[in-house]
């Protein structure tokens, strides 16, 4: 099976811009779940999605959003693009049903706001 | 009560040593405890995870101890390697039909050559 993709891999943006990311799945994946993770940081929780629904979110302001496709792919949009914005953007595709919880994670994406 | 304490934060190992990083828990619901390696520039990659019911489960070098009463898991990494040098991560599943991942702060293990 082919692993999660995320594209693209690296963006710099400037501050007050917008920014779109897209995470594919694991085939057969159903749950997408978004983090972002900064220098020093651990994974900070951002949201989940389970066929097209979010299920779960995190402590972040309502500038970051998301969405999930009818084909489980998701994308991920940051609006008015802070300084602090700056970080590795991850996603992870779990089967997110039954009793498996893991989570596979995408390569990120590193996004740079100047 | 949702929270995954990690420790230590960062951990220096010499080659051929044992590696011992260790997380807590408060909810009781928790009910999946995974452990995760993240390289520099890649995402987290599942290492091995334990649930309640066993006390040690153990993949190769790695091997994850569970003390249920005292609510407490750590990663031992046995013969610990210098491309064993990442940064850990534990988590424990939220319980129930949430399928939300709890994590902790990470550890940067550096095993010395």
């Known amino acids: 099976k082919a692993g999660v993709t995320q594209t693209p891999r690296y963006l710099i943006k400037t501050r007050g811009q917008q920014v779109t990311l897209s995470c594919s799945p694991i085939?057969?994946?159903?749950?997408v779940s978004w983090y972002q993770q900064t220098p020093g940081q651990g994974l900070q929780f951002l949201f989940e999605?389970?066929?097209?629904?979010?299920?779960n979110k995190g402590n972040f302001p309502g500038r970051f959003s998301g969405r999930q496709f009818s084909n489980s792919r998701s994308e991920m949009n940051v609006s008015t693009l802070e300084l602090g914005d700056s970080a590795l953007y991850l996603c992870?595709?779990?089967?997110?049903?039954?009793?498996?919880?893991?989570?596979?994670f995408g390569p990120g994406t590193r996004l740079t706001v100047t | 009560q949702q929270q995954v304490k990690q420790s230590p934060q960062s951990l220096i190992v010499q080659k051929g040593g044992i590696s011992i990083i260790n997380c807590a828990y408060e909810?009781?619901?928790?009910?999946?405890f995974p452990w995760y390696q993240q390289f520099p520039g890649k995402g987290p990659a599942l290492l091995i995870a334990?649930?309640?019911d066993v006390s040690e489960k153990k993949e190769g070098r790695f091997t994850i101890s569970f003390n249920k009463s005292a609510k407490q898991f750590s990663l031992h990494i046995m013969d610990s390697q210098p491309g064993d040098s990442a940064t850990y991560f534990c988590?424990?599943?939220?319980?129930?039909?949430?399928?939300?991942?709890?994590w902790g702060a990470g550890t940067k293990l550096i095993i010395k050559p």
């Open positions: 992870a595709s779990s089967l997110g049903q039954g009793n498996t919880y893991e989570q596979y």
């Open positions: 085939s057969g994946h159903r749950s």
């Open positions: 999605y389970f066929s097209e629904t979010q299920r």
């Open positions: 909810n009781t619901a928790f009910d999946y």
């Open positions: 334990i649930r309640p």
């Open positions: 988590a424990a599943s939220n319980g129930g039909s949430n399928y939300q991942l709890i």
